[in-house]
């Protein structure tokens, strides 16, 4: 069953909302401030988010900022009608929806089904506990990878890198991220490990390694995984 992340303060708002969304079928979790609701995303892997612009601890547009630098979560914002500064902020910081107070819960509603939608119908291309693309798949339970149903035989960096990399297929990852993600350390600057281990896991993964069609570089940003829309078999 889908689930919902409601990160706002304002009961009032948050009340009905959370009634219109149970009554699809749908599971909601609250947060009421901004650090509450990145713990909930972090820790309940949510298929939605609705987040207020207006929060007691940081601002709602930071919030979304910070989200998508290690999530692709699909992201509904609720914004204070009136406040004009509002939209040329939306523009800036690469904001998607947006609904204006006050909105209608019958166009919330379908906002929600639409994302949701498309979350369930990858679900179904998706075994449980099973994550594939291209010709390449992840045991998650098991933490193994395979390639064409042979075990790659990953060590344990390498798989918790390809892990995140395919999780957020189609996403660029800074250098600086995968590393925090992946050894929990702030970025060194002068480290080739990340580099060693994305050299080991082209060598493992791709048909020619010297021209990776999973794993691509970013010059001066970081890595890619691509999509599966882009992989042909």
């Given at each position: 069953?889908?689930?919902?992340?409601?990160?706002?303060?304002?009961?009032?708002?948050?009340?009905?909302?959370?009634?219109?969304?149970?009554?699809?079928?749908?599971?909601?979790?609250?947060?009421?401030?901004?650090?509450?609701?990145?713990?909930?995303?972090?820790?309940?892997?949510?298929?939605?988010?609705?987040?207020?612009?207006?929060?007691?601890?940081?601002?709602?547009?930071?919030?979304?900022?910070?989200?998508?630098?290690?999530?692709?979560?699909?992201?509904?914002?609720?914004?204070?009608?009136?406040?004009?500064?509002?939209?040329?902020?939306?523009?800036?910081?690469?904001?998607?929806?947006?609904?204006?107070?006050?909105?209608?819960?019958?166009?919330?509603?379908?906002?929600?089904?639409?994302?949701?939608?498309?979350?369930?119908?990858?679900?179904?291309?998706?075994?449980?506990?099973?994550?594939?693309i291209g010709r390449i798949a992840l045991d998650i339970a098991e933490r193994r990878a395979f390639k064409d149903g042979v075990d790659l035989g990953l060590r344990n960096k390498?798989?918790?890198?390809?892990?995140?990399?395919?999780?957020?297929?189609?996403?660029?990852?800074?250098?600086?991220?995968?590393?925090?993600?992946?050894?929990?350390?702030?970025?060194?600057?002068?480290?080739?490990?990340?580099?060693?281990?994305?050299?080991?896991?082209?060598?493992?993964?791709?048909?020619?390694?010297?021209?990776?069609?999973?794993?691509?570089?970013?010059?001066?940003?970081?890595?890619?995984?691509?999509?599966?829309?882009?992989?042909?078999?």
């Open positions: 069953m889908p689930t919902v992340l409601i990160i706002a303060d304002d009961t009032q708002l948050v009340s009905p909302i959370q009634h219109h969304i149970e009554a699809l079928g749908y599971r909601v979790s609250i947060a009421r401030d901004a650090r509450a609701g990145l713990r909930a995303l972090l820790d309940s892997r949510p298929d939605a988010v609705l987040l207020d612009s207006r929060l007691p601890d940081i601002d709602g547009w930071r919030v979304r900022q910070t989200i998508r630098r290690f999530s692709e979560v699909p992201i509904i914002m609720l914004t204070a009608l009136g406040l004009e500064i509002e939209p040329l902020r939306a523009l800036e910081l690469g904001a998607g929806d947006r609904l204006p107070r006050p909105f209608s819960f019958q166009d919330l509603v379908a906002q929600i089904k639409l994302f949701l939608r498309g979350v369930e119908q990858a679900r179904c291309h998706q075994l449980p506990g099973h994550y594939t390498e798989y918790e890198l390809l892990d995140l990399l395919m999780r957020q297929a189609g996403k660029v990852l800074r250098r600086e991220d995968l590393f925090m993600q992946v050894w929990g350390a702030a970025w060194p600057d002068t480290t080739r490990t990340l580099d060693v281990h994305i050299r080991r896991l082209r060598q493992k993964i791709e048909d020619d390694p010297a021209v990776p069609r999973y794993i691509q570089t970013v010059r001066n940003i970081g890595y890619r995984f691509a999509p599966a829309a882009e992989i042909r078999l």
